[in-house]
């Protein structure tokens, strides 16, 4: 059975085809981050019209690579929320359409939850060498960190799930993305303060964690904290403006302030999953999200849990259509409901 996943909850517009579940046939992206960088984050109608001048080439390159017709295609796979409603907009109503056309079934997906499922990709007939070589087995634990999310989720199996916590304000990659502004570093800030945070030292400031109570998270917290520890460093007070931060800290102090918010933040999230391994001992956890292609959290994690880790490659981790086909897959194969092309709608703040 061969799913075509279609996402455009951002600024990614892509589509992929998976195999029954785990074989990766292709995986076509492509990025409106170029257009974004100069505003230091994503423009919501600069997006939405990017997705509507490359999303059929994209789903024509996705057929191509994968060495597919339509007729090969079992049915399609796209996300309707979360993210932004112009951006969703897009891709729904082409999968819609596509679904009327060729008579294929279509399923709604839900962003956060394909997220989850690019754990599942164990084969590839492209190059990619660095996926997994096991799909995780239940009762998996979710880590879902990313631009808009910071969840924890138990899976007893697929579709069985109960949503542990999540954070009350920031999301994680919001935060790393504040915080490369306040230092100016480069959109997206969660890569920029993760590559300088090598050239410090994370002990050199102490910055403090939120204490959350359960599984939930807190992020505004520790980046206020950011924001006063940069003023204090060039001697100003709480009333100096954040964008003229950068220019006035040296090297130095952005280089240790980067590797102190990076270690803090990843450890909130390990501490909690920490936790809920020991209450809930699950048979394996998962890493989904963009924020999962940090090396910092691949490392604590690993130093953490007492069972062997498998990481999807970055290129997984970060928005894709493959993540949309492989759950579009479970949901075709396991006999969940399908949507009307004729009426599915936008969720733009659909959650877990
Ligand atoms: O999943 P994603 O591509 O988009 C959303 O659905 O939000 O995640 C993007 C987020 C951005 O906030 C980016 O700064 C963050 O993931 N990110 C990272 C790293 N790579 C990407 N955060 C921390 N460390 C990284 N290495
Ligand atoms: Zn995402």
Not at 153 to 161: A, I, M, Q, S
Not at 248 to 271: G, Y
Not at 272 to 291: D, Q, T
Request: charged share 20%; aromatic share 8%.
């Amino acid at each position: 059975m061969k799913i075509m996943g279609i996402e455009t909850s951002c600024d990614e517009t892509a589509a992929s085809i998976v195999e029954n579940g785990d074989l990766l046939l292709s995986n076509v992206v492509a990025s409106s981050m170029d257009l974004h960088v100069k505003y230091g984050g994503v423009v919501p109608e600069v997006a939405a019209r990017s997705h509507i001048e490359v999303i059929i080439p994209v789903i024509r390159q996705s057929l191509a690579d994968a060495n597919c017709i339509w007729d090969d295609i079992d049915g399609i796979a796209v996300t309707y929320g979360a993210g932004l409603s112009g951006s969703l907009l897009v891709g729904v109503l082409s999968a819609r359409t596509l679904a009327i056309i060729f008579n294929k079934p279509l399923y709604a997906i839900n962003h956060v939850e394909a997220h989850i499922y690019s754990n599942f990709i164990t084969h590839s007939s492209l190059s990619s060498k660095k996926i997994r070589n096991s799909k995780p087995e239940f009762p998996m634990l979710a880590v879902i960190v990313s631009g808009g999310h910071s969840q924890l989720v138990l899976f007893k199996d697929h579709f069985n799930y109960t949503l542990l916590g999540q954070t009350q304000d920031d999301a994680i990659g919001e935060a790393f993305d504040k915080v490369a502004k306040i230092l100016g570093l480069p959109y997206p800030g969660g890569p920029s303060v993760e590559k300088v945070a090598k050239l410090g030292d994370p002990k050199t400031f102490d910055l403090p964690k939120a204490k959350m109570s359960g599984y939930d998270f807190s992020f505004s917290g520790p980046k206020t904290a950011v924001l006063r520890l940069a003023q204090a460093q060039i001697g100003e007070t709480y009333d100096f403006p954040s964008y003229k931060l950068a220019e006035r800290l040296s090297e130095a102090q952005k280089v240790n302030i980067a590797a102190s918010f990076n270690h803090v933040a990843i450890e909130t999230i390990v501490d909690k999953v920490k936790l809920a391994y020991e209450e809930f001992s699950p048979r394996s956890v998962v890493i989904a999200g963009g924020v999962a292609s940090s090396n910092e959290l691949r490392k604590q994690l690993t130093e953490a849990l007492p069972l062997p880790l498998e990481f999807p490659e970055p290129k997984l981790c970060t928005d894709n259509g493959a993540m949309v086909a492989t759950l579009g897959c479970y949901k075709a194969a396991l006999g969940q409901e399908v949507a009307d092309p004729y009426a599915l709608d936008v969720e733009p703040n659909l959650s877990m």
